[in-house]
């Protein structure tokens, strides 16, 4: 597998992309969760992404939406973000962990070079407190800039992208 | 003692519970995922007896990256399920069991969860590797008395056009390609047209993963420049020997 910089990493969680297969409008309930996806791509056309977004049923609250890369040189795929509930513990949660924290799993490029999932390990944040925060941190951490298209109740606070020094590192 | 104590002592006091829901515990033990979060276990007394859920995350975590959708996933799935004793109820898994059995269960539940997470490795962009193992293999088996040669250069100067067996069929030998997607499907035209340039005397045979699942223009291209399509490695598993029988004779 090819090796990552971390900047590298950070600047395909970062790069302009634009949704190219849209989500469906309403998620569909499967076997247990709520489930939609869709797929972008970077806007030199080179790269290409799929993001899913699944929220449990029994426990709304545990919900995750995820950022995968698709290399066009190797198999496979590289989770670069995932924005997180409050499911449950998780590698890098406060220890003792008095009750569940939102968090995101951001690609580590020591996790690849050390052969584990890039997403290994999560960091606890308060940008968001809901579903619908998340998914609105989200596209606007992922740079989806057509989001609004398909994403209209999001609109608003979606645009303009701003330049915040280390916005994917909470 | 309840059987939250007794399963606290058995984990030897590694773990805790919370209430997510009344009357659903979520336990929480030192069992990951590989991405660092919790295996997601969930316990409920019905009856006198526990019953050890996922409810439904193990699916949905699956979901990230593999689909449930075809009838040979679902086999596989619906095996390791039943190999472990775990049922299914509109994706959430579950385990019954009795309290003073919860120790054992749990360990069973916890790693179905695991090996039902691993079908993640089943995706087909990462088994595609597979086949030219399984090309390999095929023509090991079938067609070994034309002393295949993998990997060989007919045109001395030029390292950019390689075939991947050349068997040695006279009057023309046979220049066999794999290919298991478009890339290597325009690569194997230019590769048949510059050895006809050339004025080689051969055969040229081409092995697809599946054809149907080139583009129009990839199929039409090949098409015109190869001798000889198997349209899977099922078609050739079946066929090559007959074919190549009648090359020879």
Known sequence: MKEYTQQELDDLISCEKDICDPPKKDMRKERGSRRNNMRLRGRDGSLEFSVFMRINEDFPEDFSIGLEYHPQEERGSICLLRCNGPHGDFLGSPIPSSHFHYHIHKAKSQNLAS???????????????????????????????????????????????????????? | MNYLEL????????????ERRPGILQLIAPLYYEDGDMVDIFLEQTNGRIRISDHGMTLMRLSYSLELDTPNKERIFQKILSENRIQEENGKLFLETDPE?????????????GKISNMQLYKREVIQSLFYELLAEVIEEKLKRYHPRPSVFPIAERDDLEVDYL???????????????????????ISCLE??????????????????????????????????????LEDFRANAEQVFDREAA
């Not at chain 1, 052969?115 to 390990?121: C, I, K, M, T």
């Not at chain 2, 749990?106 to 969860?113: D, G, N, S, Y």
């Not at chain 2, 050895?195 to 697809?208: D, E, G, I, Y």
């Not at chain 2, 199929?219 to 000889?228: E, G, L, V």
Request: charged share 25%; net charge neutral; aromatic share 12%.
């Open chain 1, 115 to 170: 052969g584990l999932r890039a997403e290994r390990g999560g960091e606890v944040t308060d940008t968001y407190a809901s579903y619908d925060q998340a998914l609105h941190h989200f596209l606007r951490v992922i740079h989806a800039v057509n989001a609004e298209e398909y994403f209209p109740g999001l609109q608003a606070p979606l645009l303009p992208f701003p330049e915040k020094e280390g916005e994917t590192q909470s």
């Open chain 2, 7 to 18: 399963l606290k002592e058995q984990f030897n006091h590694q773990i805790d519970f919370r």
């Open chain 2, 101 to 113: 059995r919860i120790y054992p269960a749990i360990l069973q539940f916890a790693q179905a969860v």
């Open chain 2, 167 to 189: 068997f040695e069929i006279k009057p023309r030998p046979i220049y066999l390609f794999g290919i298991k997607d478009s890339s290597k499907a325009r690569l194997a035209t």
């Open chain 2, 195 to 232: 050895f006809q340039r050339a004025k080689l005397l051969f055969k040229s045979f081409v092995v697809h993963e599946d054809f149907e699942d080139l583009g129009r223009k990839d199929r039409s291209r090949i098409t015109s420049a190869a001798d000889k399509q198997f349209i899977s």
